[in-house]
């Protein structure tokens, strides 16, 4: 059972009250970006076995969306942020950092 908590209100929301949005911090193409470009963002996902930066709605509570990082194959959770934020904050990127010795935001992106 997969258990994130809302960085809004709070609570910790088993997956059947969340909406899965798909993966996060994609980087968006607009007007002047190249066919190639636009399709990937369309279009181009990970799927990765590992750490994943993943969007979710807390559908049956306060209905924002967040983002979250886990790992697919444990599924355990490593943080909850704002849907606003670029980048996985610092309190998220150490913990992912010591479980897996030598990951790193810049090397992910
Ligand atoms: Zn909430």
């Not at 967040?66 to 909850?80: I, K, P, S």
Request: charge should be neutral; hydrophobic fraction near 30%; charged fraction near 25%.
């Amino acid at each position: 059972m997969l258990l994130l908590e809302c960085p809004y209100c709070g609570v910790k929301a088993e997956e059947t009250e969340l909406t899965a949005g798909g993966e996060a911090h994609l980087k968006r193409f607009g007007p002047g970006s190249t066919p190639e470009e636009f399709e990937g963002y369309m279009f181009a996902r990970t799927n990765p076995k590992g750490v994943h930066f993943e969007r979710w709605r807390h559908t049956y509570g306060c209905g924002k969306w967040f983002l979250a990082a886990r790992h697919t194959n444990t599924l355990e959770v490593f943080g909850t942020y704002p849907a606003q934020t670029t980048e996985p904050p610092a309190h998220v990127r150490d913990a992912i950092s010591a479980k897996h010795p030598g990951w790193s935001w810049r090397n992910f992106k």
